[in-house]
Structures are given as C-alpha cells and as structure tokens.
C-alpha cells in the first residue's frame, strides 16, 4: 500500500515454557497492532482502484504461493499484511470497489467495520439474555428503530407485540418463517400431515425459498409463473388457484413468499393483493425484500411496501443496501409464537429467569455474534438524514445510467422491467445469446468494472446494481465508457471479417 510505513510493533518472543507461559498481545502490542491495521484499512479504501475489480486469478493460484504448512514460529503482522497485498489481494474480487455492479452489492462502510471491531472484541455468544443481557436488549432497540425508519406497520414492532431478530441471511430468515408457518398449519394434526404441507412463491422468488423446503422437509413447492406482461410479478389470482387445486388434492397449503424487489430484475409482487389472498387462505405470508427493503427509508418509494401489515414476516439485508457489512438481515415477525414452537429448546444448562426473551429460539444455530452493534453504530453515525442522501445518491446514478441507455440503439432496457431500487437490467437491442455473453466477458476482463448477467424471459440479460458505498455518478460513466468500448470493437472485428 502507498504511504509511509509505521515502524514493526514490537512484540516479546513466545516464552518457551508452560509454566511461565504469557499471552504475547498484552494492551500496548494491541494498540500498535490495530493502529498499523486500520492505517492498512484506510489505505486500501483509498487505494482500491488499483485493484481488478472481478478478482483475475484461476482456479488453485494461490496454493503455490503460500508455504505448505502453518509457521512453528510467530510471525509479525507485517509480514502478514505483506502477503495479504502479494497474494490474497489478487485474488480477491473487490466488492467494495466503487465499479462493482455484480450480483446485489455487500456495501460496509467505516462506522459499520468499527462496530465489527468492537463486536469481535468483546465477541459474545448472545444465545440467550443472561449470555449478555445488553446483546438481546440492544438488538430488539435496533430493530425498533430500523423498523421506524423503514415505516413498518405497527405490528411488527415490540410496541404492537411484534418481534425483530437479527439473522446472519435471508435465506435463514426464509427458512424460520417457513418453519414457523409448518408449526401453524400442523398444529392439531397428526405428524403424518407434515407430508401434506405445501409452500407457493414466483418463478422470480430467490433460490433461498427452494433450500428452505429441502431443509424444513417441505415437499411440495409451487413455482409459480410470471410474465413480462406484468413485470414478472407474483399475480394473486395464480396463488390462488394453485391453493385451491393443492386444498382439493388433500394437501396443506401453509407459506407464500413475495418478494420486494426481485433478485434478477427487482420486481415487486403486488403486496396488498397477495396479502389479501394469503389471509383469506390462511397462509403465512413472508416478504423477502433482502435488496429493496433499504429504499422503504424513502417516502418517495415507500409506495412498493404498502400492504405490510397483511404479512406474517418480512425480511431485508442491510449488509447489501444500508452500508452494514455482512452480515446483517432483518426480520420482523408478527406472532413469533410459532417461530417459538418450533425451534425453541432450552436444556438444563441454558436455564434462566428470563429465557423468554432468548433469540436463539428464534434461529437455527445456538451462538450469535451481537450484530445489532453495526447497525447501531451505522444508524448513529449517518443519522437517518444520512442514510437516505446515501441512497437518492444511488437512485441518481441509477437515472444516470438509464439516460445513457437511452441514447444508444444497441442496448435496450429489458422488456417486462423497469430500472429501480438502483438496479437496471438491459439487453442488446437485437438479442443475441452468444454474443451477449462474450461481450459481458470482455467488459469483465478489463478489471475496469464487473457487472453480472441474468435471464429473462430466456433472454441473456446484463444487471448494474448500484450498491457500493463509494459509487458516485463518475464511475457510472466510467462503466458506461467500458460498455460502449465493447461494443464498439465487435462492431470493429465484425467489419473486418465482412472485408
Ligand atoms: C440476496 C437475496 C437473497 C439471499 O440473501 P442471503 O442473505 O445471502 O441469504 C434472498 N432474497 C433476495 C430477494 C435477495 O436479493
């Protein structure tokens, strides 16, 4: 990294004998060691445009580069953050590079990674109150004041008896309230109808919602179709029918996951119509809105979450829209009484006075880090002013890419979307599988900017997702020009093989 080089901390040799054996990282050796780290932290924020962004290396490159085996003696970290630069850094692809626009962006941001540093130092397993009475309290605090900012209806928050938990991903929270939702349905009935339990979501809804049944058993899953004629959204009248012919077949109908902004073009199911279906079926409606959910701190786009109060759960990822670093996904539950039934299980030695309030019944795994401390920090230190210039910035350089767009024949906006929640989706004008691919590869291969491809409709589609904390309109252009290059030099090399 650029900039001056602080001198090695000094630390004592290992002492060699059990009896007077002593941690080498006393108070001083800390301090000087987290300095020279955060001085390498800053540098590589301010220096990462030198980087590739879509990592360049190949499969086992690193394997040659390091020693076979672990060091019989310490090491500084020095030397370590020399290799880090040599030979981890290469073949790491670089999310937090203000040119990534793959997949939904993991955006982290200064206050967030400082709380990171304070969590793993005081790294609590906040399974239970008594664990850390502060990692349950602060939690369920946060997520009150998240779920404000976001304008949640009043159920969800523990004033109007609803519940927030803190899981590590959506898929998890997709999972616990299918699970829960299995233990409302089958409440009453005798275990064999556990075969009998159906779940509904779109042929656009996350793979998450697929893994979940494979882990919770669930047997039947119902894709449901959508169509670009209505934006490929979930259509309440589908749901139903299929309910209905699931009802008549003898089975349990039970989960229905909507979505808030699709992961291939950010599609928003019809919230109200689809809660209003659920209700009257009876099912347990989740609203994944892991990317989008962020945006609903917006009152001018506040207009995509009406409805939510007909929903069981609802779930958003501020480790992709809200500059917390991963991992970070918000769940509001309702009732979360049967998301209780069915995972809680409290042994003699996890017994104390107030295991009601334990949030490892509300989770698969036992331990939990104290996320809420990243969130806490991010909410404080951007205020909620902060947080909604940071995501208008995104919006901006999201129009600014569609007016580029707009102004060349080659490239389309893809039919059946519309640019939002800082995602666009485009296509070459004439649509051309092979071509599209290999272009999206030579944009990729020039480490300038990396973006991601979908399909829609069976059409090879490109995505910029806008979801890096450092992104302002100049790399938008940037990545715009990388575009342009590419198409111009397949125009090139095609009218040269016409000559
Ligand atoms: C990213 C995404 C997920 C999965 O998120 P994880 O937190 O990685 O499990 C689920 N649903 C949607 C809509 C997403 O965009």
């Known amino acids: 990294m650029a900039g001056p080089q602080p001198?090695?901390?000094?630390l004592p040799a290992a002492a060699p004998s059990p009896a007077d054996y002593k941690q080498p990282f006393g108070a001083e050796e800390w301090r000087c060691l987290g300095h020279q780290l955060v001085d390498w932290l800053a540098d590589y924020q301010a220096g990462i445009g030198r980087w590739p962004v879509r990592s360049q290396v190949s499969p086992g490159y690193l394997r040659p580069l390091l020693p076979a085996a672990a060091p019989e003696q310490p090491q500084g970290l020095d030397a370590i953050l020399s290799d880090v630069t040599q030979h981890i850094l290469p073949g790491i692809t670089h999310w937090q590079s203000p040119s990534f626009f793959a997949w939904f962006g993991a955006n982290t941001s200064p206050p967030s990674q400082l709380a990171e540093m304070l969590c793993s130092a005081l790294n609590v397993i906040g399974f239970s109150w008594i664990s850390s009475p502060a990692c349950t309290e602060l939690e369920a605090i946060c997520m009150d004041w998240l779920g404000q900012l976001l304008g949640l209806p009043p159920c969800f928050l523990s004033a109007g008896g609803g519940t927030g938990v803190i899981q590590s991903t959506a898929s998890e929270a997709t999972l616990v309230a299918l699970l829960a939702a299995k233990a409302r349905a089958l409440a009453g009935r005798p275990p064999e109808d556990a075969s009998k339990v159906v779940a509904y979501c779109s042929d656009q809804a996350h793979s998450s919602v697929k893994k979940a049944c494979m882990v919770a058993g669930v047997q039947h899953l119902r894709v449901l179709p959508t169509h670009a004629a209505q934006q490929h959204t979930l259509?309440?009248?589908?749901?139903?029918?299929?309910?209905?012919?699931?009802?008549?077949?003898?089975?349990?109908?039970?989960?229905?996951v909507a979505t808030v902004g699709t992961t291939s073009s950010c599609a928003v199911d019809p919230i109200p119509a689809v809660g209003a279906a659920a209700q009257r079926l009876g099912l347990w409606l989740h609203v994944d809105a892991a990317w989008a959910g962020a945006y609903a701190l917006l009152p001018e786009l506040r207009h995509h979450f009406e409805g939510l109060e007909a929903a069981d759960s609802l779930d958003t990822n501020p480790h992709k829209g809200l500059l917390t670093g991963f991992d970070c996904s918000c769940m509001w539950i309702k009732d979360a009484s049967w998301a209780r039934a069915a995972l809680s299980l409290t042994p003699e030695y996890l017994r104390h006075a107030a295991n009601d309030l334990d949030y490892k019944d509300l989770q698969v795994p036992l331990g939990r880090k104290m996320r809420s401390l990243k969130l806490w920090f991010v909410m404080r230190m951007y205020g909620a002013e902060g947080l909604r210039a940071y995501l208008r910035n995104r919006l901006e350089c999201q129009r600014a890419f569609e007016a580029l767009l707009a102004g060349e024949p080659r490239l389309r906006v893809a039919p059946g979307t519309a640019p939002a929640f800082g995602l666009v989706c485009f296509q070459l004008s004439r649509p051309d599988e092979a071509a599209s691919e290999a272009l999206l590869e030579a944009v990729n291969a020039t480490g300038k900017v990396f973006l991601v491809h979908t399909k829609l409709d069976g059409v090879h589609t490109w995505r910029l997702a806008l979801g890096s904390t450092n992104t302002q309109r100049c790399h938008v252009e940037a990545a715009w020009a990388v575009i342009q290059q590419a198409l111009d030099n397949r125009e090139q090399e095609q009218q040269q093989q016409q000559l």
């Open 235 to 256: 259509q309440a009248a589908v749901l139903e029918a299929a309910v209905e012919a699931d009802r008549a077949a003898g089975l349990l109908p039970c989960y229905v």
């Open 7 to 10: 001198p090695p901390c000094s």
